[in-house]
């Protein structure tokens, strides 16, 4: 059966409630109901992970405190260009979206918000986030933005999504711009912090990201997405997230050496590092006793790697301070 067939089957055993609402159109859907529908396409949960790499950073290049209106004009910036960014996502994937059980409430799934609206929403924050960037931070940050918002959208969505199991390895590369923008927001330059930090945030995607695959890969596999976890067995997934988790842990502690951090850096590099390898072998243990079900635990690595990235970058924001 073709795609498109799956999808119109899908469609059908949809429950009624979802298929009236969808048929209603947005324009009969309550005002404030739309405006939560707008702000759900600019996915905000994964957009504070941005910031998170985003702000530590200028306090690393600032080696203090950055100039806070610089800071928030930055925090905006990049907020508007990351949901533009998941905007077009959504509007690419809205096929597939529809017959995922994860993404079934999505806005234009629903029909809260209708496709045409969605690609004019998408390409309007693009827009203002660039000019904002541009005329408030540096042309230098505006162009990374704009920059990372085509990565996600055409090498990511439209190119690698659906045809190879390494796409969230080089489409996370979108995910580790935010790095680099808040170090050129800061110095108009960039320089080898960034770069490392960019590395830490590459190698740190895909063992962020293959957990959660595993939870939901049935659900991938329906769709025809060949996320690693749907195409290889969970001996080889977690065989890799072992290998790039080791990768991601040698990297973060290249700031030291290269002068940019002391030691309260390293000492929670080193602390945070170790418990998320011991996470990773334990979850590669499991999948070698070839436990399925909640009885892999798979969720563990993926809820302790947000801990993980939250607790190093604010160790790169605190550590000018203490050195």
């Known amino acids: 059966m073709s795609l498109s067939g799956v999808c119109v089957t899908a469609v059908e055993s949809r429950p009624a409630a979802l298929l009236d609402g969808a048929s209603q159109g947005p324009a009969h859907r309550p005002f404030g109901a739309r405006v939560k529908a707008f702000v759900a396409l600019t996915k905000p949960r994964i957009i504070e992970l941005l910031l998170i790499t985003t702000v530590p950073v200028m306090f690393l290049a600032q080696q203090g405190v950055p100039d ?6 930055t ?8 949901g533009g960014a998941n905007a077009l996502n959504m509007y690419i994937d809205r096929d597939i979206d529809a017959l995922m059980d994860r993404t079934s409430q999505r806005p234009l799934v629903t029909g809260m ?8 929403f998408g390409i309007t924050l693009a827009v203002v986030s660039t000019l904002l960037f541009g005329f408030t931070v540096n042309w230098l940050s505006a162009w ?17 999504k659906r045809r190879t199991s390494q796409n969230i390895v080089w489409g996370g590369i979108a995910g580790c711009m935010p790095v680099l923008i808040g170090w050129s927001a800061v110095t108009n330059s960039l320089s080898w912090a960034p770069v490392v930090l960019f590395l830490v945030i590459f190698f740190w995607t895909p063992p962020h990201y293959w957990p959660l695959s595993m939870k939901v890969k049935d659900d991938y ?13 969970n001996k080889v997934v977690a065989r ?5 988790s080791w990768v991601m842990v040698a990297v973060s502690l290249l700031l030291t050496p290269l002068g940019y951090t002391g030691w309260f850096y390293t000492a929670v590099a080193l602390a945070a590092g170790g418990w998320w390898l011991w996470e990773a072998h334990a979850l590669q243990n499991r999948a070698k006793a070839e436990v399925t079900g909640g009885k892999l635990k798979e969720m563990r690595l993926f809820h302790w790697s947000i801990t993980y990235v939250s607790l190093l970058f604010v160790a790169v924001a605190v550590d000018p301070f203490l050195r």
């Open 68 to 73: 806070l209106r610089l800071v928030l004009l």
């Open 75 to 82: 925090c905006v910036g990049g907020y508007l260009s990351a």
């Open 113 to 120: 918000v209708s496709p045409a609206e969605c690609l004019v």
């Open 144 to 160: 990374l933005s704009l920059g990372a918002l085509l990565f996600y959208v055409v090498v990511y969505t439209m190119l690698l």
């Open 221 to 233: 596999a329906r769709v025809g997405v060949p996320m690693l976890p749907v195409i290889a067995s």
């Open 240 to 244: 890799q997230i072992v290998l790039y």
